[in-house]
């Protein structure tokens, strides 16, 4: 059918329904692509949780760069493809960098476990050497360190060893005793104090 040199080929069923469907395609294409972006931010989340809890104490989210603030929102919203991208990126980065801050301190800890090794086996070659219990993964404020026995007769006598502290140093300072006060004291011993209680 011919109108104002438009032709319309009405045996086409395609160009009508094309139009009706493209818009909810369109809306199913984009549940499925937030759906998976979803997806992909949880496991990344479970995969950063589950690096600074096994290197706890150790590593933290606080020692990763600071991100770049982002547009403050007035409320609650829900987030565009892009902003779910963005945010999928940035947890992808956070993780690789958990990962480098995790090894670096396994290998902290495997050079820290030879020297101790090495300073039980020959203490004389790691005078007065100090390695705190930290450093091997290990909690508390323990030191090894190597010192001469004897003390001085020791130290010329070239008889070392290595010696565990005994754990956190204790608080110093002087401790203060607060005076005592008469409003402390009850009326029974009030009443004792008192002449009139003597016979």
Same mark, same amino acid.
């Given at each position: 059918?011919?109108? @104002? ?22 809306? *199913? ?39 770049? &603030? ?56 790691? &005078?007065?050497?100090?390695?705190? *219990? ?8 323990? *030191? /090894? ?13 070239? /008889?070392?060893?290595? &010696?565990? @502290? @005994? ?15 008469? @409003? ?16």
């Amino acid at each position: 059918m011919t109108q @104002s040199g438009l032709v319309v080929d009405r045996d086409r069923p395609d160009i009508g329904a094309a139009s009706v469907a493209s818009p909810a395609r369109v809306e *199913v294409g984009e549940r499925d692509v937030r759906n998976t972006l979803r997806r992909q931010i949880a496991r990344l989340e479970r995969e950063s949780s589950a690096i600074v809890a096994g290197a706890f104490p150790y590593i933290s989210l606080a020692d990763l760069p600071e991100p770049g &603030k982002g547009a403050a929102t007035g409320g609650p919203c829900l987030l565009t493809l892009a902003e779910l991208e963005r945010i999928r990126d940035h947890l992808a980065g956070q993780v690789q960098d958990l990962r480098r801050l995790a090894g670096r301190r396994v290998e902290h800890e495997r050079r820290a476990r030879e020297l101790l090794d090495g300073m039980k086996l020959e203490p004389g070659r790691y &005078k007065f050497v100090r390695l705190p *219990v930290r450093d091997l993964g290990e909690g508390g404020c323990g *030191v /090894w360190e190597v010192r001469p026995r004897l003390g001085l007769i020791g130290m010329l006598a070239g /008889w070392w060893h290595v &010696k565990l @502290s @005994s754990g956190c140093p204790l608080p110093r300072g002087p401790r203060v005793r607060a005076a005592p006060d008469d @409003s402390s004291v009850t009326e029974r011993h009030r009443a004792m104090l008192t002449p009139s209680t003597v016979r």
